[in-house]
């Protein structure tokens, strides 16, 4: 039988002797859910883990694109697309996506991640040279202005490729570098760090009636095989993000138990991105059909993956984000 250990994550002061940092971090545990496939979830003491499984969970992470992964980043989302669910449009215009990158920079964002094809549940595939056309040169253009990190969000190793020539720092591909078999080869070439996300199926099915197992172990599962994929073409475990993929084949309550269970990918021994923001799910529950008007529920969101040790979390709405971010810390702190 397979256990997974989810760590019971807490912070504050009142700290017992013999806490675990969480990934090197300032939140801490001393307790995790055991998890198996079939049995029922127990609570058990950290201590009582073998060493392999309890040392990715308290591990320090590296460095990624020059920012520290002890504490939260936030990054903000710029889509170069006529058609991305939530801001579809706005930044399709090069002009207007360099503006929309100085406003996120200025609002406080760590690192920005441009995409230039949309995969919204049903969006249909953009051919390489569009995708190049409408991200390589805002990439160039915000390069020059100054030295903020920058991701390319692409399935695409034609279109990661002209990025990082651009000056993109990381790769995040929502296909989990299943689509392009190109993708991993270059990414190891260039030494930039990458992201790996889940999803069922592609975009443009995904969300016809998507079936697990069990959501939370499937999709750990899947990371774990996609990052020893990745090590074996040549990416170091320090240079992978993971990303249970919220939204890219999941109903509400899949979405759900993976937020839950978001603490458990700790595991991985790789930092977590969490991209929730303004998706379906937060529109059903929050009562909000306006994609744009769910920065609150979104926000909510990503407080909650915080507390579970997330260390970036992809945002529309930057400025409010960052707002909430300081005074979580600032409590979580004092
Ligand atoms: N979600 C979207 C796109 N890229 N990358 C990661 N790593 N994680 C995510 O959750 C994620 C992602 C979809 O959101 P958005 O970019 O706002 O929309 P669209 O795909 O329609 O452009």
Redo the contacts with the bound molecule.
């Keep these: 039988m397979t256990f997974y250990y989810r760590p019971l994550v807490q912070h504050g002061p009142a700290r017992p002797d013999g806490a675990l940092p969480l990934a090197g971090g300032p939140l801490w545990f001393t307790h995790v859910e055991a998890l198996a496939r079939g049995h029922a979830p127990q609570v058990i003491p950290a201590d009582d883990l073998p060493d392999h499984d309890l040392a990715p969970l308290i591990a320090p992470r590296a460095p990624l694109a020059g920012l520290a992964m002890d504490r939260p980043n936030v990054m903000g ?1 710029l ?1 170069t ?1 006529p058609d ?5 449009g706005r930044h399709h215009d090069p002009e207007a996506a360099l503006a929309g990158a100085r406003a996120m920079i200025a609002a406080g964002a760590d690192i920005l991640d441009i ?1 230039g094809e ?3 549940p049903g ?1 249909q595939e953009v051919p390489a040279e569009e995708e190049i056309a409408r991200t390589a040169p805002v990439i160039a253009a915000i390069r020059a202005e100054g030295a903020t990190p920058i991701s390319i ?1 692409t399935r695409k190793a034609p279109v990661a490729r002209a990025a990082l020539d651009a000056g993109a720092d990381l790769v ?1 591909d ?1 296909a989990g570098f299943t689509f392009d078999a190109d993708l991993a080869p270059l990414c190891a070439a260039r030494a930039v760090p990458v ?1 790996v ?1 889940h999803a069922l199926g592609d975009p443009e099915t995904m969300q016809q009636d998507p079936r697990y197992d069990d959501v939370l172990l499937d999709v750990y599962d899947f990371l774990a095989a996609r990052i020893a994929a990745l090590e074996a073409q040549g990416i170091p475990r320090a240079r992978i993000v993971t ?1 249970p ?3 890219f084949g999941k109903t509400r309550n899949h979405n759900l138990a993976l937020l839950g269970g978001l603490a458990l990918f700790h595991g991985l021994g790789c930092p977590i ?1 969490l ?1 929730a ?2 998706k379906r799910f937060i529109g059903t529950i929050g009562g909000e059909p306006r994609a744009e008007a769910r920065a609150p529920g979104s926000i909510a969101v990503g407080l909650a993956g915080l507390a579970q040790g997330v260390q970036l979390l ?1 945002v ?1 709405d930057v400025r409010e984000t960052v707002q909430a971010l300081r005074l979580w810390q600032a409590v979580r702190d004092n």
């Design positions: 989302i889509n697309t991305s669910f939530s801001d579809g995409g949309s995969t919204r969006a969000d995040n929502v992201c996300m990303d993929g919220i939204g991105l991209g923001s303004r992809r529309h």
